[in-house]
């Protein structure tokens, strides 16, 4: 992970979280997850990918 970048594209937080572009899109379209667009392109701040706290999905059987 490049500890010198303050952004990230969408492609690059996406791969940086182990989740699809369309997931995180999703995150952000619900304000889970910060991001701004400059111009066409969609910028994620480097502190949001970070800290983020994905939600887990449930699974059948799994009582945790």
């Known amino acids: ?33 910060k991001a701004f667009k400059l111009g066409s392109k969609i910028l994620i701040p480097r502190e949001a990918v970070e800290n983020i706290v994905l939600e887990p999905y449930p699974i059948k059987g799994n009582n945790v």
């Open 1 to 33: 992970r490049d500890n010198t970048k303050l952004y990230y594209s969408l492609r690059e937080a996406s791969t940086t979280l182990g989740i699809s572009e369309s997931q995180l899109s999703g995150l952000i379209k619900t304000g889970k997850m």
